[in-house]
């Protein structure tokens, strides 16, 4: 079960006032957060080398997208790498499939910023 679906669960199964508790804190924490980066910033145009590994591509890409957290990546981007290093997979193709999942995470985090990253509402204090 993920951390979402798991809270989801818990928030689901709590009174009306402990809900407002958890929304409360979480509007804490979210505002002194300093990991939280501004996915208005730009990707940085570092070009593709001709010859370059998985792994470097990979430190390329964290160069090319700073906005994003590694972990947002994490996952798909470790089974691209053992798909490559284990299985034997093509470096290009992988290469290829870490540029789109970068991509994409940059371009749905920029296109939910508004409602996901912002709260409508902070909570009162």
Do not use: C, W
């Amino acid at each position: 079960m993920t951390k979402e679906k798991q809270l989801l669960k818990f928030f689901a199964s709590l009174a009306d006032e402990d809900q407002a508790a958890v929304v409360n804190f979480a509007g804490y924490l979210y505002q002194k957060n300093p990991r939280k980066k501004d996915i208005t910033e730009v990707p940085l145009d570092i070009e593709r080398p001709d010859q370059e590994s998985v792994v470097g591509a990979i430190k390329r890409l964290k160069k090319t997208y700073p906005m994003i957290e590694s972990m947002e990546v994490f996952n798909k981007a470790s089974e691209l790498l053992s798909a490559h290093m284990l299985q034997g997979r093509d470096k290009k193709s992988v290469i290829d499939d870490l540029e789109e999942l970068f991509k994409s995470t940059y371009e749905n985090r920029r296109k939910n910023q508004t409602s996901n990253d912002e709260p409508s509402e902070l909570p009162d204090r």
